[in-house]
């Protein structure tokens, strides 16, 4: 069966793009930099990003355009017996698109609201008790499905599902070449709107304003090369779906190059931003900006809400961020469900229909469990252990196998070949030695804090059941997969 190809490079870059840009870029990096040392955060940021990022991006876009397959068929192309971390990184994947579709219900929620500031003036009390109704649940005990936040999840699954069926020219580049530009557009004047309004440049000097005493701590490094790999969506499948559909002659480097650029660029606006709002926010209410900032889904949910009601026309400032955080997590979403959707078609050799209806309507029904009285508590029990510790040793294989197997001066000389400009030796040196390093660091300090703390005052039993539990039986599901795979051979 003839693979499908990106119809345009632009289309492509755009798709990418989209799924490097998400609901992270906008609530997760501006709290990251301001906690990490602000101005100073983008000296190791931009040094995970050429040590880390490009050279990680450069290594899946050549999987994925010389093996024209999925992460498993990919990995399975490389060697045989690492199918099994193909499937591994799917099933992070899988699980990270049936949380993550309920933030995105979330913000289509809010997205309505903001026309008329429908969470009134006390917002935390608002989002927590009113609208998520969350109670003294836990992980484990979810109480009922709160059926407004799962009519806008099933909402965002069935854009997402248009946008799989519709192809990868059809729907998922169509979906990027609307989607991405807007984005874009929004924010640019969302930015030139809000850097005018009182105090709004207190909030911005706030994050651009360099703390050079965080530079000598080493979890600053661990937090920007950790903002990298989880921005760029690496090491979780996607990317080396995407690739795949490139025509055999791409241009790699440029390729890995811009879509970087572009994403780490993006999250850098959003900083200015979020930051702006924030500013002006402390202004409004005589408070230091530091009284104002929260992390997280408090951020998105909380915090701007709060400012929106201080804006002026916040029923068109406030409808235009909401729609900017539905587009980007919508984006993301779809290239996740692609990641999966693609490695049932390789795999089973299925129509393209078929796997997606199967993918999206099994994630759908296990998506409701996150729109729950304590669908928050397990969303975030689950977020922990995929991102901080799933996809950390996802990559740390990875680039292992890469390495080892493979060797990196061999993908350099491959991706020099089909490039317009040329990667030298530098690019052996990060996988070989900065790129292993810095994820074994990161993820022997998070084992090593997990273990002996725990996470988020939750539970041992669900800690072992939905966290540590999770992640072994995504590497069980990918190792009887690998093995069936060796013995139908």
Known sequence: MKREQWGSRTGFILAAVGSAIGLGNIWRFPYMAYENGGGAFFIPYIFAMLTAGIPFMIMEFKLGQKYRGSAPAALKAVNPKFEWLGWFQVGIAACIAVYYVAVIGWSISYLGMSFHQGWGSDTNAFFFSQYLNLGDNSPSNLGSIQWKIAGTMLLAWAITYAAIVGGVKSGIERAAKIMMPVLFIMVIVLIVRMVFLPGAL?????????????????????????????????????????????????????????????????????????????????????????????????LAFVTLPAAINELPAPYILGPLLFLALTIAGLSSHISIIEAVTSAIIDKFKVGRKKAATLVCGIGAIVSLAFATNGGLLLLDLVDYFTNQIGIVLSCFIEVLLIVWVVKAATIRNYVNSVSDFKIGIWYDLCLKVVSPAILAITLFNTLKTTLTDGYGGYAQSDLLMLGWGLLALLIVIGVAINVLSKKEA
């Open 202 to 298: 207190n909030g911005v000097n706030y994050l651009f304003e360099p703390d050079f005493s965080k530079i000598m701590d080493m979890k600053v490094w661990a937090a920007a090369y950790g903002q990298i790999f989880f921005t760029l969506s690496i090491g979780f499948a996607i990317m080396l779906a995407y690739s795949s559909y490139l025509p055999e002659k791409s241009d790699i480097n440029n390729n890995a190059f811009m879509t970087v650029l572009i994403n780490c660029g993006f999250s850098i606006l959003a900083g200015i931003m979020i930051f702006s709002v924030l500013g002006f926010m402390a202004h409004q209410q005589g408070k230091e900006l530091t009284d104002v900032v929260s992390a997280g889904v408090g």
